[in-house]
């Protein structure tokens, strides 16, 4: 990444926290939120030391309406041996397009735009909730709490393990929908964020839209359960869209192979009308996991 002044370390601990009802409300209002992400002018506040990219807390400013957002140049991507360089911002927005698409809303508004590192991903920053009820928890082995989901063992030091759940909730249940159609292979708990509306948000969708598949994720509570009639509906909207206007959105951003597996993978959860399982030939969870 090209050199600039040296920025603020921020991590989940140090960053300014925002108001969470205003972010949850702008992030509704998706035609002023993109016009103020594209148009508004960028100030940086600090480097986020948890994401594995680079990635700038900053702040857009515009007509009197001010909000914060995170910013992912291109130019600090770092090399990865499965997606071709240069293509993570470019992943994040198509993951936008396709979830606006869904009329499900589960990813805040996103877009590629110039910046003060050169292009790259920008997205409104949604507070979480500090009030919201927690998605995801550890529990006893002995058996989770009703309305809970078993996910995985996981190791909670000394020996002891614990399962890794999260909440039969319908929320949950789309993005893991969301996420089949993506080919999402990082969905990690740290990426749901539960807005003051009463949304969840994924974010970090930067390894999305492989060809094979890669699919890890932590929402696996539903595999190979029948999909919802809702979920059915909306896949069909995308096969339909996938072939019109969403595939022309995507187009500045993936390949015609990447669209053409993204159909495939809409095609095959509607021919078997049942959430996918996990994948014998690679790793369904990721890690870590939160």
């Known amino acids: 990444m090209p050199a600039r002044e040296r920025l603020p370390a921020l991590n989940a601990q140090t960053v300014p926290e925002a108001d969470p009802v205003a972010g949850a409300a702008l992030a509704a209002d998706v035609d002023t939120a993109l016009a103020l992400l594209r148009e508004g002018e960028l100030t940086l506040h600090g480097r986020l030391t948890d994401a594995s990219n680079a990635a700038m807390y900053c702040s857009v400013g ?3 309406l001010t909000a914060q957002c995170v ?14 360089d240069g293509t993570l ?4 927005v198509a993951a936008y397009e396709l979830s606006a698409a869904t009329g499900w809303a589960l990813v805040p508004p996103t877009l590629l735009r110039e910046g003060p590192y050169g292009p790259g991903m920008v997205q409104l920053w949604v507070e979480p909730d ?7 928890a550890l529990q006893d082995p002995a058996g989770p709490e009703a309305g809970w989901l078993p996910i995985v063992r996981a190791e909670v030091g000394e020996g002891r393990t614990a399962l890794l759940v999260h909440t039969d909730d319908v929320r949950l249940r789309r993005l893991a929908v969301l996420d089949a159609v993506l080919n ?3 969905r990690k708990g740290g990426h749901l964020i539960p807005a003051a509306d009463g949304r969840i948000y994924g974010i970090d969708h930067g390894v999305t839209f492989a060809v094979p598949g890669k699919l890890r994720t932590l929402l696996w509570g539903w595999a190979g359960e029948p999909l919802p009639a809702d979920a059915l509906d909306v896949l069909a909207r995308l096969a339909e869209d996938l072939a019109g206007p969403l595939g022309a959105r995507l187009a500045p951003h993936l390949t015609a192979a990447e669209i053409a597996a993204a159909g495939e993978r809409i095609a095959a959860l509607r021919r078997t009308g049942l959430h996918p399982l996990p994948s014998e030939d690679w790793p369904s969870i990721p890690w870590p996991p939160i």
């Open 71 to 84: 910013y992912k140049p291109v130019s600090g991507e770092r090399p990865l041996w499965d997606f071709p």
């Open 89 to 92: 911002a470019g992943r994040e």
């Open 184 to 186: 999402n292979a990082d």
């Open 62 to 64: 515009r007509d009197g």
């Open 130 to 136: 500090p009030d919201a009820d927690p998605v995801l």
